[in-house]
Nanobody, 116 residues
Framework: QVQLVESGGGLVQPGGSLRLSCAVS????????MGWYRQAPGKERDLVAR???????DYADSVKGRFTISRDNAKNTAYLQMNSLKPEDTAVYYC??????????WGQGTQVTVSS
């Protein structure tokens, strides 16, 4: 059984920083990509950032220059460093992976709230 466990969410003031972590465990084939999506109340779940084969990084336009995605292959863990946070970044953040067999898995989500 594959599990994705996110951590690092919380309440932060505008302009602050948070780092999300996503630890992957279980029996699975190699991981092709690891990514973060977010979903605000009443909105769709949208891609925030994705790293593919540990090299190619994609970011939503709204977070470019502020967020950085990284991956520790030895730990099967992905990170999302979020700087200069804005109230509009408030959402539930979900970690997802795609394996080389094109199976997709999701975490349970972690709440990020940006508010003064």
């Amino acid at each position: 059984q594959v599990q994705l466990v996110e951590s690092g969410g919380g309440l932060v003031q505008p302009g602050g920083s948070l780092r999300l972590s996503c630890a992957v465990s279980g029996s699975l084939s190699s991981i092709k990509s690891m990514g973060w999506y977010r979903q605000a109340p009443g909105k769709e779940r949208d891609l925030v950032a994705r790293i593919t084969y540990g090299v190619v990084r994609d970011y939503a336009d709204s977070v470019k220059g502020r967020f950085t995605i990284s991956r520790d292959n030895a730990k099967n863990t992905a990170y999302l460093q979020m700087n200069s946070l804005k109230p509009e970044d408030t959402a539930v953040y979900y970690c997802t992976i795609t394996t080389t067999m094109n199976s997709n898995y999701w975490g349970q989500g972690t709440q990020v709230t940006v508010s003064s």
